[in-house]
C-alpha cells in the first residue's frame, strides 16, 4: 500500500519529518566613531540593507527560522528586534530623569505601552510611512521595520558624551544568550503533566531520551564588528564566550574594521567561522551569505573557512592591557603583567610563590677543553718511525 499512496510518512513523528528551528542572533556594532572612519567605503545605510537580504535569507530557509538582532552600542546594548517590553529611559529623553513620573510610577505601578513590530502603539492607527505593503512578505516587512525604528531611535539618542571609541560587545553577548536560553527553553517537549494533583510523565521512558537526545534548536551568534576588542572588557566577554561554548553556541565575527582579538579567540573556542572584511567591506552581502548563511549542522556537510592566524594573547587583570607574556595565579588563573605589590593576587589574595624570580644570575665560568696532540699519519704524536727509503720493487 506504500508504493501507491506513500502512506508510511504518516505514522513517522514529527520530529523526524520537520525541519529543526533555527535561531540566529546577530550583534551590530554600532560605534559612531568607527561607523564614520569606514563611511567613504560602506556606510551604515548600506551595511544595514544588506544586512536585512542576509536575515530574509534565513527567515525564507523555514517558517519556523527565528532571528533576533541587537546593537552594541558605546555604553550599552539595545534590542533592535524583536523590541523589548521595557524601553530604556535615559536621562535627557523623553522619559524621566529618575524613571518615574507620579507616585504610581515610583511604587511600580506604571503601564508600559506594548508596541508592536512596526513601531505603533496597541490601538492606535498605522502611520502612512508604516503601512504593510502588499508586495512584501509579512515578516519581513516586520523586522525590516522594528530595525530601522530601533536604529534611528538609537542614533538620535547619542548625545556627545556618548562618543566613546570603545563598544560594550559584552553586554550584548550577555543579552544574546539570555535570550537564545530562553527561546530553548520554549521549544522542549513538556516531560511532565501540567496538573500538580497528578504531575505524572506525559512521554515514556524511551521517548522522553529520544527527545532529550535530539536537538530541538539550532542557535548560533553572529557578531558584525567595526572596532577593535577593547582590554578592560576581556573579563566579561570572555565569561560570556566559555557560556556559549558550554552551550554549544557558535560564535561567528565578520570584522568589517580593525582586528577583534577577543571575538577572534571567541570563534575560535566555540566552533564559530571568523572573517575578515577589512580589505573589501563593499562584499559584505557575499561574506555574510557566503560565509555565515549555514548553521552549525549545515556546516559538516560544507567546507567552512578557518583561521590561519589566532591571536591568543590575554588582557591583564591589573592594568587591562594586552600582554604577551605575564604571571598567572596558580589557583584562580587571574593574569598580570607584572609582580603585583606583595606578591599577592589582587583577584584572590593568594600570596604568589615567585622562586628566585629577580635574583642576579649566576655567571657560571665556561670549562677550558683540553688540547689534542697532532697526529702523524693516523698514529698518535711521539718516536718517529718511518724509513726515508722508498718501498721496494717486486723482483722479476
Known amino acids: 500500500m506504500n508504493r501507491i499512496d506513500a502512506s508510511d510518512h504518516y505514522n513517522e513523528s514529527a520530529s523526524k519529518t520537520s525541519q529543526i528551528p533555527s535561531l540566529l542572533t546577530i550583534i551590530i556594532d554600532t560605534n559612531p566613531r568607527a561607523w564614520a572612519a569606514l563611511g567613504d567605503l560602506l556606510p551604515i545605510s548600506k551595511a544595514v540593507a544588506n544586512l536585512l537580504v542576509f536575515v530574509n535569507a534565513h527567515l525564507a530557509f523555514g517558517n519556523d527560522n527565528h532571528v533576533a538582532i541587537l546593537a552594541a552600542h558605546t555604553n550599552r546594548a539595545v534590542w533592535l528586534y524583536p ?23 515610583s511604587n511600580g505601578q506604571e503601564d508600559v505601552e506594548m508596541t ?17 505593503s502588499a508586495n512584501k512578505f509579512p515578516p519581513f516587512t516586520q523586522v525590516e521595520s522594528s530595525i530601522l525604528t530601533s536604529l534611528r531611535s538609537l542614533i538620535n539618542a547619542t548625545t556627545p558624551a556618548d562618543l566613546h571609541p ?10 544574546a544568550l539570555s535570550y537564545t536560553n530562553k527561546i ?18 506525559i512521554l515514556s521512558a524511551a521517548a522522553a531520551a529520544d527527545a532529550s537526545a535530539a536537538a530541538t534548536l539550532h542557535s548560533r551568534i553572529l557578531v558584525l564588528s567595526v572596532s577593535d576588542s577593547e582590554p578592560a572588557q576581556y573579563i566579561p566577554t570572555m565569561n560570556a564566550v566559555f557560556a556559549a561554548s558550554h552551550a554549544r553556541i557558535p560564535v561567528d565575527t565578520l570584522a568589517l574594521r580593525g582586528t577583534p582579538t577577543f571575538l577572534q579567540q571567541a570563534a575560535f573556542i566555540t566552533g564559530g567561522t571568523y572573517l575578515s572584511a577589512a580589505a573589501n567591506p563593499r562584499g559584505l552581502l557575499s561574506y555574510l551569505t557566503f ?11 560544507l567546507v567552512a573557512p578557518t583561521q590561519d592566524v589566532v591571536d591568543f594573547r590575554a588582557a591583564c587583570f591589573c592594568h587591562r592591557r594586552v600582554v604577551d607574556a605575564g604571571f598567572v595565579c596558580s589557583i584562580c588563573l587571574s593574569i598580570f603583567c607584572e609582580v603585583p605589590d606583595g606578591a599577592e593576587c589582587l583577584t584572590c589574595g593568594t600570596k604568589l610563590a615567585l622562586g628566585n624570580y629577580g635574583a642576579k644570575p649566576a655567571v657560571v665560568p665556561r670549562a677550558r677543553k683540553k688540547k689534542k696532540k697532532a697526529r702523524v699519519n693516523g698514529a698518535a704524536g711521539g718516536r718517529d718511525t718511518s724509513s726515508a727509503t722508498g718501498t721496494p720493487a717486486p723482483v722479476s
Open 83 to 105: 523590541k523589548s517590553p521595557n524601553p530604556d529611559h535615559r536621562p535627557g529623553t523623553n522619559g524621566s530623569s529618575n524613571g518615574s513620573s507620579n507616585g504610581s510610577a
Open 116 to 132: 508592536d513590530a512596526d513601531g505603533q502603539v496597541d490601538g492606535e492607527a498605522a502611520a502612512p510611512g508604516h503601512r504593510t
Open 166 to 175: 570603545t563598544t560594550l560587545v559584552s553586554g550584548a553577548l550577555s543579552l
Open 184 to 201: 530553548v527553553h520554549t521549544f522542549e517537549l513538556p516531560k511532565s503533566s501540567s496538573d500538580p494533583a497528578n504531575p505524572t510523565p
Open 291 to 301: 560565509g555565515f548563511l549555514a548553521d552549525a549542522e549545515a556546516r559538516r556537510s
